[in-house]
């Protein structure tokens, strides 16, 4: 008589780098990102946009990394009218802004979480000094990542914080390129 057994088998970690050679990846890298997929307390976020500029359409979105898991949220967004195509910069904080709107959905027992950005000056972004004097619908978007950046960081269950993804961090990271995937393929198609 075969008996069924509840238990669930774990199975390896998945294939990160499957069409690149493991000796082109530094293995501080790969540890790093492995670190990432498993950590339990921290959960990392990765955002990215994409703009499609002959139907003015921007798609951002973000993935989420934690306790062995990778979930992707992704969204169309209907820019406002700019007087020449739409800066990239405009789209990246609406991706932040993205994420930051709900990331907390996915937060399950963590208790931190890191949102990274490709926009190197995404913490200069978040302080008080005034930015984007010439163009008022930046820095109104400016304004609405901040705004809810200083809310989150009032109401949120879990300590965050925003980071700025370097090249060498984005280059062959799963993560990031997830991110990058989802919000290209909503404008591609």
């Not at 000796?23 to 339990?40: E, G, H, R, T």
């Not at 004097?133 to 009032?154: A, F, G, M």
């Not at 914080?161 to 062959?172: A, F, H, M, N």
């Amino acid at each position: 008589m075969n008996i069924k057994s509840n238990t669930k088998r774990a199975g390896g970690l998945p294939e990160f780098w499957p069409n690149n050679s493991a000796s082109d990846i530094p293995i501080d890298f790969k540890d790093w990102v492995i670190a990432q997929y498993l950590n339990q307390q921290c959960m990392s976020i990765y955002c990215d946009a994409s703009i499609k500029h002959n139907q003015n359409i921007i798609g951002v979105a973000f993935s989420v990394i934690a306790n062995g898991s990778i979930q992707v949220k992704q969204q169309y967004i209907q820019p406002v009218q700019f007087p020449t195509s739409i800066p990239p910069i405009y789209a990246e904080m609406k991706s932040v802004i993205f994420a930051l709107s709900h990331f907390e959905k996915y937060i399950g027992l963590c208790t931190e979480a890191i949102i990274y950005s490709d926009v190197n000056d995404i913490e200069r972004i978040l302080e008080d000094e005034p930015l984007f004097k010439k163009n008022p619908k930046l820095q109104d978007t400016r304004n609405e990542l901040k705004l809810l950046y200083d809310n989150k960081q009032v109401t949120s269950k879990v300590k965050f914080s925003i980071e700025y993804l370097p090249v060498e961090r984005k280059r062959y990271n799963p993560f990031y390129k997830s991110a990058h995937n989802a919000a290209y393929r909503l404008v591609k198609s």
